[in-house]
């Protein structure tokens, strides 16, 4: 059951779970203005009370689910699902630090321009993935580094 609800949240795009259209650019509009900034400080949110919500999920139904079986197989098929819920959640908090270190950065107008090169990321590219710190070119030439790295090591 558990799965299932994290299989069906999962797929949800972000801006789904933000309950908001894609943005919609008015013509001579500044990039990262007021209005792209409080689009994003609502995706970025909605985002993370979902996965907050998701913990909260987690932990009550590991309370309520916990028991100890008498039968060893049963008791390894819980342990085991408690262990897949836990990475699970494991990867959510990373994405939760993430999340709220980009809503500091929309708070400080420093959001949507790339860490690197310090072009501009794109509106697109930020509702995919809101986290974004790297324009497409710097992302492709870090994964490009990153394939080296593991073929060399």
């Known amino acids: 059951m558990q799965e299932n609800q994290n299989r069906k949240t999962s797929s949800l795009s972000i801006l789904a779970i933000a309950g908001v259209e894609a943005y919609q650019k008015k013509p001579g509009e500044k990039y990262m203005n007021v209005d792209q900034l409080l689009h994003f400080k609502h995706?970025?949110?909605?985002?993370?009370?979902?996965?907050?919500?998701?913990?909260?999920?987690?932990?009550?139904?590991?309370?309520?689910?916990?028991?100890?079986?008498?039968?060893?197989?049963?008791?390894?098929?819980?342990?085991?699902?408690?262990?897949?819920?836990?990475?699970?959640?494991?990867?959510?908090?990373?994405?939760?630090?993430?999340?709220?270190?980009?809503?500091?950065?929309?708070e400080n107008n420093d959001f949507g321009f790339c860490e690197s090169c310090g072009v501009e990321i794109g509106v697109r590219r930020l509702e995919a993935r809101p986290t974004a710190d790297l324009c497409i070119d710097c992302k492709t030439l870090a994964e490009i580094r990153e394939k080296q790295m593991i073929w060399q090591g």
Do not use: C, G
């Not at 996965?51 to 309370?63: A, C, F, G, H």
């Not at 197989?73 to 959640?89: G, I, P, T």
């Open 43 to 106: 995706i970025l949110q909605a985002w993370l009370n979902q996965l907050r919500d998701d913990v909260w999920r987690t932990v009550s139904y590991m309370q309520d689910e916990a028991a100890n079986f008498p039968d060893p197989v049963d008791r390894a098929a819980q342990e085991e699902e408690f262990s897949l819920e836990l990475r699970n959640r494991d990867r959510e908090r990373k994405l939760i630090k993430k999340i709220e270190h980009t809503l500091r950065k929309v």
